[in-house]
Structure formats: C-alpha cells, structure tokens
C-alpha cells in the first residue's frame, strides 16, 4: 500500500505514462470580418436557424462557399473540356488511344 500526499492512503494507481490527446481531423479556423448585406445576413440567419441546413450560421457560409466553389470549378472544367474537344491534335491523340485500346477492352469469355 502507498501514501499519497499529507500521509493519504493511495488504492488505486493509474498508470498515465503513455497517455496521449487524440484531436482527429480539426478543421483549423479562422476569424474574418467581411461586410455584407443585410439581405446576405438575413438569409444566413434563417438557413441556420429555420430550415437548419447547417449547425451554425458560419457553418452555412462554409456550405455556400463550397457548392459556389465546386460550380465555378465543374463550368472551368467543361469549358477546358469543350476546347479540347475543338483541338484537331488533342482529338488525334484521343482517337488513336480508343484504336489502340478497341480491341483490349473486351469481356473475359
């Protein structure tokens, strides 16, 4: 049996030497201040609180910021698609890969 301090008797141990803190995946954030409308504010407000959408009104914006960001991103990426699909060398290439791979791409028997 040990004593713990001023001669208390100590019955348990618990052993903490290889303890350590588990944070997950924390997203970092960070505070800035914008300005926007009071009809961008009200909206927030309500997606939050009326309809819920998100837990909080700045979990909201980070939902607007990422479907706004993944729109602008897919119409880029259409409209790379739809210059390469005019580029006579870039159509070339493509179709020379489907000839080579035409007669690979068949199912097993």
Known sequence: MRHG??????????DTSIGHVHTGAVALRA????KLSERTLERVREL???YRVARSQDAVVDLAVDHLYREVSEQ???ELW????ADGEFRAEVDA??????????WPA
């Not at 505070?31 to 914008?34: D, E, M, S």
């Not at 739809?82 to 699909?85: I, K, P, R, T, V």
């Open 5 to 14: 301090a001023a001669g208390a008797r100590v019955t348990r141990h618990l």
């Open 31 to 34: 505070k800035r201040t914008y």
């Open 48 to 50: 939050a609180g009326r």
């Open 76 to 78: 880029r990426e259409g």
């Open 82 to 85: 739809s210059s390469a699909a």
């Open 97 to 106: 890969i489907a000839r080579e791979l035409e007669d690979a791409e068949t």
